[in-house]
């Protein structure tokens, strides 16, 4: 008997960073990629950059060199070629078919606005709309937003339409392929200090976009599709990302794509307490750079040690 021998890559862990070239790089980033980069290196893994430009109106070339040149100056160093995601659209496209087949998809005129109004007219009214982990309103169905006489006409006009995930049989579907139930292996840990096996509730976010109106894609499938395709085994991240995990999980189950190792690291927050925003424009690394900070300062300042 031969035994199976996989080659090196195929044991060799693979972590990555994959920030969107939509803004300057700041601390939260800084955090995560040290963090992400740290851990690769004690793995003795293999360390990605991947550019997450979806939405091609707000990423921009010049981000992308930013980018790399705030990790250059950080002392990270990771493997070209880099991935751009607007340069693989037919693989996202691809991945939509697979669940398209199996029925697992459903067409959806009702824009984000209209889904907005709707849960501010029901909460006035004393009936408070569900929201999903990242306090966006659920989406109840075209049907609940349209009249049967708007949709046809939108659908006559040809109207653009997203594609959303048909959660309830998505779930049904993917209980039927895997015997566990939806989980999985987090290092790091969620808001509620979560770790360990975490069981996946991927129905917290209703009929989540799988491509939207002006792009084949999402960032939930996007990110599925190319931890699989680059075979990434680590995924290092902050804990804003941790509940989406679960919609995550749920698409490899249903893709049969393999599972990575989840590790959600805490926020660097602002002064006032809240995420930081790329907008923020004294956090930014470049900002920060200019007025003499050193890239140990940066590591003072998201909290790791020296
Ligand atoms: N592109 C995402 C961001 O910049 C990160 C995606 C991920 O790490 O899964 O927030």
């Not at 909460?123 to 990242?134: C, E, F, N, R, V």
């Not at 937003?145 to 997203?162: H, Q, S």
């Not at 960032?219 to 941790?242: E, I």
Request: one cysteine or more; glycine letters at 8%.
């Amino acid at each position: 008997v031969t035994p199976f021998n996989p080659p090196l890559s195929m044991t060799q862990p693979v972590f990555r960073f994959a920030p969107s070239p939509n803004g300057r790089l700041h601390l939260g980033h800084a955090l995560s990629a040290l963090v992400n980069f740290e851990r690769a290196q004690a793995a003795g893994g293999r360390f990605l950059l991947r550019f997450e430009d979806i939405d091609t109106e707000r990423c921009r070339p010049e981000y992308e060199a930013a980018i790399r040149e705030d990790l250059a100056w950080l002392g990270i160093g990771f493997e070209e070629p880099v991935r751009r995601q607007s340069e693989h659209f037919d693989a996202y496209r691809a991945a939509l078919a697979v669940l398209g087949a199996r029925g697992l998809l459903v067409r959806s005129f009702a824009t984000r606005r209209e889904i907005a109004t709707a849960a501010a007219q029901a909460a006035a009214a004393g009936a408070p709309w569900p929201l999903d982990p990242d306090g966006v309103p659920l989406f109840p169905g075209d049907a609940a937003l349209l009249t049967a006489a708007e949709m046809d006409r939108r659908a006559a006009t040809g109207e653009p339409a997203a594609t959303r995930l048909a959660m309830q049989a998505a779930i049904a579907a993917a209980g039927a392929i895997a015997a566990t139930p939806l989980a999985w292996t987090e290092t790091g840990e969620g808001p509620g200090g979560e770790t360990g096996t975490v069981a996946a509730r991927p129905e917290a976010f209703g009929d989540v976009v799988l491509a939207r109106k002006e792009t084949p894609t999402s960032y939930h499938l996007s990110v599925v599709v190319d931890d699989a395709l680059q075979g990434v085994t680590h995924v290092v991240r902050g804990a804003d990302l941790f509940a989406a995990t679960a919609v995550h999980r749920l698409l490899q189950v249903l893709l049969g794509l393999p599972a990575p190792v989840y590790h959600h690291h805490r926020l660097v927050l602002g002064p006032d307490g809240r995420k930081l925003a790329k907008s923020n424009r004294d956090t930014s690394l470049a900002d920060l750079r200019a007025g003499g900070a050193t890239p140990a300062d940066i590591r003072r300042m998201v909290g790791l040690e020296l």
